[in-house]
């Protein structure tokens, strides 16, 4: 069990954790950690696969806070995308982007649906380096950045998946996001990609609307409950 101050939002009083079964002694556990960290209640990750995680939780005074969509592609079945309607590069093709790539990730990520006030120290690293530069993709409007969206690859199984998008926010509804995933799509289809995995938060109802017209299939929803800890007393 891994017990973490949450991802970019370090400064709320809540430990980040995934359950996929649950008791009291687990629950307790990660408490026991959590408070070890200096917080005072959890953020709790969970899957709709296991409906009695949530069931849980919310008996001891948990609230949903975000869900999540997971869909794939196949992508041999998917068919050619269209051209796009934006101009797009890759980030190997514009390094020089860099500082407005960061920009926009600094606004992006905490107008996330349940991420305002997010933070991204480190995201040189781990929001743009650490990916392959080639599946990293830039869309323009006369040298100005108005969003981007990478590939990635989950190195234990696999498993391609649809990493961080982001679009400037004087260019949502434009039609950015499907101009990036298209792009992707046909990235996927000359690097023999079998299949494409994303998640979207179910109140971004663009993208979900979206996906379904590029033949993304639901999988299942994943599920963040925050609620609190008990007390020490109360915990033994």
């Known amino acids: ?94 390094p020089d982007l860099e500082p407005q790539l960061h920009e926009l990730a600094r606004l992006a990520y905490a107008d996330q649906p349940g991420r305002a006030g997010s933070v991204i120290d480190g995201w040189h690293d781990w929001g743009l380096r650490r990916h392959e530069a080639e599946a990293y993709f830039v869309a323009l409007d006369g040298g100005h950045v108005l969003g981007y969206g990478y590939l990635e690859q989950n190195e234990e199984t696999g498993v391609w998946s649809h990493g961080f998008m982001a679009v400037a926010r004087e260019a949502r509804g434009r039609g950015v996001a499907g101009a990036i995933k298209r792009a992707q799509i046909a990235y996927a289809k000359a690097h023999g990609i079998a299949s494409l995995r994303t998640a979207n938060e179910t109140r971004l109802e663009s993208m979900l609307a979206l996906n379904r017209r590029l033949g993304y299939e639901p999988l299942y929803e994943e599920i963040i409950l925050r609620g609190p800890c008990p007390s020490r007393t109360d915990a033994g």
């Open 1 to 94: 069990m891994q017990v973490i101050p949450i991802p970019g939002l370090e400064h709320l009083p809540y430990a980040e954790v995934w359950f996929h079964e649950i008791d009291d002694a687990r629950w307790h556990e990660a408490c026991a950690a959590a408070r070890a960290l200096g917080k005072t209640g959890l953020e709790v990750w969970t899957t709709d696969r296991t409906p009695e995680v949530a069931a849980f939780l919310e008996a001891r005074g948990y609230e949903e806070v975000r869900r999540y969509v997971i869909s794939a592609l196949d992508v041999a079945a998917a068919p050619d995308p269209e051209p796009p309607a934006f101009e797009l590069v890759t980030f190997a093709e514009r």
